[in-house]
């Protein structure tokens, strides 16, 4: 367990959404993304290689946060519609692809996220799974929100808290697929002896589909 109230986190990440989720816990951060190897490795599944992704930028990024004795935390989002991982769409026709695919249908996106405390070594890694059902848009829409830009840095193609396309509902965790479950969050710093200033709802409890909605409805107003 940590020695410190409050550390500073040290992000292993460059995303601006994951910026504006922690600084909705009003916790102390700076940025430093790791630059690791984020190839599949053959028969992985889309759990197991989001959980080691976040393992291994977080552990990139330990000798740089002992000299301060900040808290680590990495994080990797994956979108998963069945057993085939969807990465970030490489130009126009590929966002077309995946937004038509994924229409009117169900699929998961998974996030792990790692916390290593530089100072005692202690990590902690929490997983979060999230059903999104997709709207049946049109092509029309397809193609307004692909000129738009946002697409092309969101696996999967598409940000559920975009507000003109709004594309899906997510039947639990809403931060996770933004790429950050607070709720998960929380409970891993509390593991390591870190109370965040803000609570999430629903947090640290049963993790209930319920209780991550409404957890969900106050940062889809933030957001």
């Known amino acids: 367990m ?20 922690l600084a ?4 102390r951060f700076t940025v430093a993304p790791a630059d690791i190897d984020e190839t599949v490795q053959p028969g992985e599944t889309a759990r197991a290689y989001t959980v080691r992704l976040s393992q291994e930028k977080a552990a990139a990024l330990v000798p740089i946060a002992r000299a301060s004795g900040a808290v680590v935390l990495a994080a990797d989002t994956t979108v998963a519609d069945g057993d085939e991982i969807l990465g970030k769409p490489a130009d126009a026709q590929d966002a077309r692809a995946m937004l038509q695919r994924l229409r009117g249908r169900e699929h998961q996106v998974i996030s792990a996220l790692t916390l290593i405390d ?21 092509d029309d829409e397809i193609e307004a929100y692909i000129a738009s830009g946002d697409p092309f840095d969101k696996a999967g193609g598409y940000a559920i808290q975009n507000s003109t396309f709004h594309p899906a509902e997510a039947r639990g965790c809403f931060s996770n697929v933004v790429g950050l479950p607070l709720c998960h969050l929380e409970r891993g710093l509390r593991a390591l002896g870190i109370v965040p ?10 993790f209930s589909r319920r209780e991550c909605d409404i957890a969900g409805a106050i940062l889809a107003g933030k957001l």
């Open 2 to 21: 940590t020695s410190q109230s409050n550390p500073t986190i040290l992000l292993a990440s460059a995303s601006p959404r994951r910026r504006e989720l």
């Open 24 to 27: 909705l816990m009003g916790l």
């Open 118 to 138: 530089s100072v005692t070594g202690q990590s902690v890694t929490e997983v979060a799974t999230t059903d999104v059902w997709m709207r049946h848009y049109s």
């Open 197 to 206: 200033p803000v609570s999430v709802p629903g947090a640290c409890q049963d």
